[in-house]
């Protein structure tokens, strides 16, 4: 092992100076600045479009449609879903991957340290653009996150500062950013790992961070695509996709989910990567299958770009067109199986440490689990014709979503907070937080399957009266799961200013982010190591002492 | 492994068997009631899915949560687990079993959607090929049981109306169809994108604006149903629904000559939608409004 | 015991570090950017495949001859690209520099080509599906075509810099090169969709 902890370079990492906090508003190159701006902004965001769903939740309380107005109610789902997706989930894990993924693979900071700056800086104009058009003539975008045409051309204002344009720039700088991102990250894995790290020497989480982000690379420019041709729709009157004007709104469906279901597997991919880590440290073991796991990262990537259409089977699309995409779907469930069997085996036999990151870890694969099953229901082309844009999609939309990443990325912070502070975050509150976040999201999202089976549609702020008693109970749950944020966001705050000491290894963790200093120097390693093995030895190479390990149940 | 492990193993299969074969059986009673012949085939492939996804579910639950309290490292202990770091075996049977039960899945949906023919002989055909190749598919000889009824339905913003060129072209704001029958829907949109939705038949469709999209199915259970806009169709879609009667051939006869005579209910004005209770917050922002404009043919 | 790291010795550690990844940077950014005109060009062929009318009412076609000449100069330019950078190889600098204002100048001719070709139109970027998409693609090509030629002028004002490009390390000029024939080859799959697919 390197001890790197003596030889720190780049000034007194361990104790921020009080004028600390400004980098963090700073248009800083540092990978480890940027990180944590991507994380921070990005939770901001979450807590803001959380706020809507609740609002949406309380909506549906009771079958009429009386607390908010109908376009209020569509700009709120339409802003809701934009926002978690383009301004939460994204921007989190790309922080979590800029904060780490130059660690673990031995780097001194991303390749293009100023691009990356760049990246992280067009994300909040980005998210201003969205939300100042609550303040424009017509409102926000009304159409939902997909924008179909031409229900999202109508722009009732007839104004040319509209919300719909708005939503599009958004989505469009949203999505520059996003390649810059990508480009950056590509280079950065592929060629700047530290001597030795080769690729099966990689951790799993550094494995899916290229994967999402070659998605990202080859997939946000048909988004982008996509939403060009519906601005000159929008605004100059062509005639892409209005069928008004001899264009056609289905190549826009195209377009759009050629990108936005492989998002999904940006969405989730990383967040594997983060459990594959959490796991074998917590329960002592080395990764089950880590180069299957590994492989497996790289089939999702590959498939995914040919799943597409099944979000348009019930769409104008031909039967031959049905069938193609149906069996895809379905293969994808083979490497996603993998990984879970291969999570159930880690921790089969381990000696558990039970700690909150551990909490939600299991805590992910025991949801996600329930997203890929009903995953494999929607594959299936005449269930889908029945639940399709029914509340049974969207309940499976958010165990990936809510159960996946956003859990996953829970894990990831309750994991990697002491090297990201230097302190240790208070472990019974992270479990108080990860039950209320485990009964609430089950509690929101488990009734909307069964309202989807019933035919409740989604996207309605009327519903009939017999869905009324499951929608109540979906909306306590959803309350319960804004009130589960508080614990966390205390709990973060307290301990990042008073939290325990956490060294440089609380955990006891292999993985090279784990020989640095916490918070680690700028350019975060004294001398470049050299990797001579794989990533997961627990119980194969001597494990870091205990001394100095505070994170020790 | 003991013969004893061996037995605790075989033991909690067949446990696990038996429960999800009885959420399988359950899971009829999620779904709406049969009204369409598809709904039963639907309905089958569903009760298979969920059997087998129970299966799974129960059995990898119930591992982590066997793991979350037999595993749980003791105080005070900080040893390494024994490293094992995978088994070529387990991993082949857990990538090849899926592949199999994927197969198997995807063949079985594949034939239910076959037998379900929805799209019919007249399928739609997604991309509007040049002219010169369309007519290959009008000329294929319809194949199963040809439509006994045509219907002409007609979406357009927050209103459904649906007229019977075997009752001289009547138009109505209720679907009515007879039990029995085959039945073939002609569906056109005068706005936006819609989507034809009756949860008890199990079907959607969408409808996009200048097609003529046609849905066919075989209503068999007498009763009063709900139609449903399923694609988001503006501010005003969560009013967009409509009463859907399945008749006895009898009673639809007699519908029928109603309808011509001129007696049947309107197709709701859209307007009159626009009542609703008042709300707590109001955004004031201009929408655009359910259709103004009375179907044609009345 | 095995242990999975070890200290580095001093020579391999700090190479990585200073590796020149922006060439590598902009071809991956390339990848993403082909990525974008592909979409845009599925979009094209799609809307074509499916619209029964394509041309607006009273138009035979577009004119080919202009175009042709524009694509020749347009293709001849990347080979003049090509040897501005073989000269500057050759620390002939001169040469380099006459090469590149010629690379310029061609992309500036192509530009006017596409200009004058714009205001003969008789139709507009409302006619319909076939208006959109010829003044969506040539538009954002040409705004390529545009970027390339700042780019080009940029590089020529910065080789009067003494010490920024030499024989050995020019980034800036590889990366313009690189851009300009991407932008090349889109024009030519360009030519082929808009103009000679009758």
Redesign the interface.
């Known amino acids: ?2 001890d790197v902890t003596s030889t720190r370079i780049g000034g007194e990492p361990g104790r921020p100076d009080p004028a600390d906090w400004r980098r963090y508003f700073s248009f800083s190159t540092d990978h480890k600045v940027i990180g944590i701006q991507y994380l921070v902004t990005g939770f901001f965001v979450f807590l803001l479009a959380g706020l809507f769903a609740m609002i949406m939740r309380a909506e549906l309380l009771t079958p ?9 109610y ?2 709120l789902f339409t802003m809701h879903g934009t926002l978690m997706i383009f301004g939460w989930i994204f921007p989190a894990l790309a922080g979590l991957s800029n904060y780490f993924v130059p660690l673990m693979i031995g ?2 900071d991303m ?2 340290p100023r ?1 990356n700056a760049i990246s992280f800086w067009l994300l909040p104009p980005a998210g201003l653009i969205l939300l100042f058009s609550f303040f424009v ?3 926000t975008a ?3 996150w997909w924008s ?1 045409p ?2 999202s051309l ?1 722009n ?3 104004f040319w500062l509209n919300g719909q344009a708005l939503w599009i720039l958004g989505v469009a700088v949203y999505g520059v950013s996003s ?2 991102a ?3 990250f ?2 950065t894995i592929v ?6 790290m080769s690729f099966f020497r990689m951790p799993i989480f550094v494995w899916t961070t290229l994967t999402a982000q070659i998605i990202q ?6 988004v ?3 939403v ?2 519906l601005f ?1 729709d929008l605004t ?5 996709y209005n ?9 826009y469906q ?2 759009f989910w ?1 990108y936005s279901h492989p998002a999904v597997y940006v969405m989730i991919l990383p967040t594997f990567g983060v459990v594959s880590e959490v796991l074998p440290v917590f ?4 990764l ?5 796991v590994a492989i497996s990262s790289v089939l999702i990537c590959v498939l995914s770009f040919f799943v597409w259409a099944h979000h348009m089977f ?6 031959w ?3 193609f995409f ?2 895809t779907s ?2 994808i ?2 490497p996603t ?2 990984k ?3 999570w ?2 880690t ?8 700690t909150a990151a551990m909490h939600f870890g ?1 805590g992910f ?2 949801t996600f ?2 997203a890929g ?2 995953g ?2 929607l594959a ?4 889908d ?2 639940v ?3 509340y049974f999609v969207v309940g499976h939309f958010h165990y990936v979503a809510f159960g996946g990443s956003v859990t996953g990325i829970y894990a990831a912070i309750y994991y990697w907070f002491p090297k990201m502070t230097g302190r240790m975050l208070n472990e019974n509150w992270g479990k108080i937080h990860f039950w209320l976040n485990f009964i609430g999201l089950n509690l929101l999202f488990v009734p909307m399957h ?1 309202l989807g ?3 409740m ?1 989604r ?6 009266p017999q869905f009324q008693p499951l929608n109540v109970v979906s909306s306590i749950g959803g309350f319960l799961l804004g009130v589960s944020t508080l614990p966390f966001l205390f709990n973060v705050i307290f301990s990042w200013t008073q939290g325990k000491k956490a060294g440089s290894n609380p955990w ?1 963790a ?1 993985g ?1 982010e784990w ?1 640095t200093t916490s918070p680690p120097p700028v350019e975060n390693f004294a ?9 997961y ?7 870091p002492p ?1 001394s100095e390990s505070p994170g ?2 | 492994m003991t013969i004893k492990q061996n037995l605790t193993i075989a033991v909690l299969v067949v446990l696990d068997a038996l429960a999800s074969y009885w959420v399988g059986q359950t899971s009829q009673s ?3 009631p049969q009204a369409a012949a598809e709904a039963i ?2 309905d089958d ?2 009760r298979f ?2 059997t087998i ?1 129970a299966f ?2 129960f059995g ?2 119930g ?2 949560l066997y ?2 309290f037999a ?3 003791a ?1 005070g ?11 070529i075996q ?2 082949i049977a ?2 090849v079993i ?2 199999v039960l ?1 197969i198997w ?2 063949a079985y ?2 034939d ?2 076959r037998q ?1 023919n ?2 019919g002989p007249m ?5 509007h090929l040049p002219a010169g190749v369309e007519p290959a598919y009008a000329a294929t000889p319809e194949a199963g049981n040809p439509p006994d009824e045509v219907i002409e339905v007609e979406a357009r913003q927050a209103a459904w109306s649906f007229r019977y060129p075997a009752a001289s072209q009547v138009t109505s704001g209720e679907l009515h169809l007879p039990a029995g029958k085959r039945v073939r829907l002609a569906m056109r949109s005068a ?3 819609h ?1 034809f ?1 009756v ?2 038949f ?5 409808i ?4 003529t ?1 046609d849905l066919s199915f075989t209503p068999i259970r007498p009763g009063r149903y ?1 139609l ?12 967009m629904t409509a009463d859907v009667y399945v008749d006895t051939p009898q009673a639809y006869r007699q519908w029928l000559v109603r309808a011509g005579a001129g007696q049947v209910p309107a197709p709701v004005p859209p307007a009159s939608k626009i009542a ?8 004031g ?4 409004g359910p259709s103004p404009r009375q179907p044609e043919g009345r | ?10 020579s ?3 190479e ?2 200073h ?1 020149d ?2 060439l ?2 902009v071809t ?2 390339l ?3 082909s ?2 005109f ?3 060009f ?2 094209y062929i ?2 074509r495949l ?2 029964p ?1 394509w041309l607006p009412i009273g138009f035979g076609g577009l004119e080919l001859v202009q175009p042709a000449i524009n694509t020749v100069v347009l293709v001849a330019s990347s080979f003049v690209i090509y040897f501005a950078e073989k000269a500057l190889d050759r620390h002939k600098l001169t040469l380099f520099r006459l090469l590149l204002l010629t690379t310029s100048a061609m992309g500036i001719f192509f530009l006017t080509g596409q200009a004058l070709e714009w205001r003969s139109l008789p139709f507009g ?2 006619s ?2 076939f ?3 010829f003044y ?1 693609l040539t538009g954002f090509h040409g705004l390529h075509v545009l970027t390339g030629v700042v780019l080009q002028l940029a590089v020529l004002a910065r080789s009067f810099v003494p010490g920024l490009y030499t024989a050995e390390s020019h980034f800036g000029l590889s990366a313009t090169a690189l851009f300009w024939h991407f932008v090349d080859v889109i024009w030519l799959v360009l030519f082929g969709l808009l103009y000679l697919w009758r």
């Open positions: 092992m390197v009429a449609s009386d607390l908010v107005d109908r376009a209020l569509n700009s780097a001194r390749a293009f691009l003539p017509g409102g009304q159409a939902g179909y031409p229900i109508e009732p204002s007839g390649i810059l990508a480009v950056n590509v280079v060629w700047m790992r530290a001597p030795g690379l080859f997939g946000v420019p048909a982008t695509a996509a060009v041709l000159f100059a009157n062509t005639g892409f069928p008004a004007r001899g264009g056609n709104p289905v190549i195209h377009l050629f329960a002592r073991k080395p089950f299958g880590y180069k299957t019930t769409s104008g699309t031909p039967d067109m049905r069938m149906m069996i379905m293969a469930a083979v199986g993998i879970i069997f291969a159930t085996a921790i089969w036999g381990g000696k558990l440490r039970l299991i694969v025991a689990l329930f099953i009903t494999i229901m299936a082309v005449p269930i014709i029945h399709s844009n029914t069964f089976l019933m035919g549609v996207r309605i702020s009327s519903y009939d006891r292999l090279l020989t001398e470049i190591p050299v990797v001579t093995g794989p990533p030895a627990y119980g194969q190479t001597e494990s205990l020790q149940p | 999620w779904l709406p085939l639907v492939l569903f899915l969920v996804a799974i579910f990898i639950e591992t982590l793991c979350y595993f749980s490292a105080k202990d900080f040893s390494d687990a024994e490293p094992v770091e995978g088994n387990l991993e857990w990538t899926p592949v994927v899945i995807g949906s594949f239910v959607y379900m929805i799209l399928q739609v055909v997604h991309l706005d936006v994108l989507g939705y949860p008890d199990r079907i959607k469709q969408d996009i604006p200048g097609r999209i709900r449903y806009d399923s694609q988001f169709s503006g501010t005003y879609f969560a009013t609703e209770p008042s709300k707590v917050l109001n955004s922002w201009p929408t655009v | 015991m095995e242990t999975p790291f070890a200290e580095s010795p001093k391999s550690a700090t990585t570090d590796q990844l922006r590598i940077g991956i950014f990848l993403s950017e990525m974008l592909l979409m845009l599925v979009a799609t809307l499916v619209t009318r970027l409302g319909g599906p208006g959109g998409t969506l």
